[in-house]
């Protein structure tokens, strides 16, 4: 049996949450969550199947943007969530994501997104 592929979220907002995970795991992925950015490098560190990182970077304050940094280097692909602001879209693009989303997105253009970074 193959292992899922796994995708980390950081992400503040629980219904958001909740809603990604069942429709994710409905599309055979396993979400694991992180309570922060330092928490989720860490993960990724010792969980060797995670394929993507998801991290709204609206539910945290401006220091970030530092932590991202560890999150870019650790080479797995990230998307970040954020609100429409042009100056955290300068900064996204910045640290190396794969994606950005604004608040209110629909989780089908998650999917979407996941199924083409995974070649599905």
């Given amino acids: 049996m193959l292992d899922k592929e796994v995708i980390i979220t950081a992400v503040s907002d629980t ?3 909740e809603l990604m995970k069942t429709q994710l795991a409905e599309q ?3 979400v694991l969550t992180a309570a ?12 060797k199947n995670i394929s993507l990182a998801v991290v709204d970077v ?6 970030v943007w ?3 940094t560890d999150l870019s280097k650790s080479g797995v692909p990230f998307f970040v969530i954020s609100q429409e602001n042009s100056s955290q879209h300068k900064e996204v693009v910045k640290q190396g994501a794969s994606g950005l989303f604004s608040k ?4 089908k ?4 997104f ?3 970074r995974q070649g599905k």
């Avoid at 950015?37 to 560190?45: C, D, E, Q, R």
């Avoid at 609206?58 to 220091?63: M, P």
């Fill in 58 to 63: 609206s539910s945290f304050d401006e220091s």
């Fill in 114 to 116: 996941v199924h083409n």
């Fill in 15 to 17: 219904a958001r949450l």
């Fill in 28 to 30: 055979g992925y396993e």
């Fill in 36 to 47: 922060d950015v330092p928490h989720l490098v860490k993960a990724i560190g010792h969980e």
């Fill in 66 to 68: 530092e932590q991202m």
């Fill in 104 to 107: 209110g997105f629909r989780v």
């Fill in 109 to 112: 253009e998650l999917l979407d």
